[in-house]
């Protein structure tokens, strides 16, 4: 089970002090959700359920020739991203600055061991508006234009 709320940003931290990874995926299909993903030098296939900030989430390793075959197959646009790790002590903010068709959002996300710790969560700062109830700030929406 992934839980997560999403949240677009007011104001960049330094990002030079914390680790990144560059991500490249793509739609194979957006109901249900089943993605492919490029982190780095792994490839990864991941189906998720229906539900915003709480869903069922089955991941599986790919090889790149499995990943480059379905790449060609996917819906609308892939999406690029640097992914920057930010400690945030018990948690781990996930700041995304996109690429691509996207360039210029900057969106993080944080992941709950329960919907209890998500629901009482506080925010740093420097976060701006909660948008895990906006489905237009779903990956699988954002392939579009």
């Known amino acids: ?30 109901n249900p959700v089943v993605r492919i993903r490029k982190k780095n030098d792994k490839y990864i296939l991941t189906y998720k359920g229906s539900g915003l900030m709480a869903r069922e989430e089955i991941e599986a390793s790919l090889t790149k ?43 993080a996300e944080v992941e709950f061991p329960s919907l209890e710790e998500a629901n009482a969560f506080v925010a740093p700062d420097w976060f701006g508006d909660d948008v895990t109830e906006d489905r237009s700030y779903h990956n699988s929406n954002m392939i579009w234009g």
């Open 1 to 30: 089970m992934e839980i997560e709320r999403k949240f677009l940003i007011k104001e960049l931290p330094d990002l030079s002090k914390y680790e990144y990874v560059d991500i490249e995926q793509g739609y194979l299909s957006t």
């Open 65 to 107: 020739e499995a990943y480059q075959h379905l790449l060609e197959k996917i819906d609308g646009h892939a999406i690029t991203k640097r992914r920057y790790l930010i400690p945030f002590e018990p948690y781990t903010i996930e700041l995304d600055v996109f690429e691509g068709h996207k360039k210029g959002l900057i969106m």
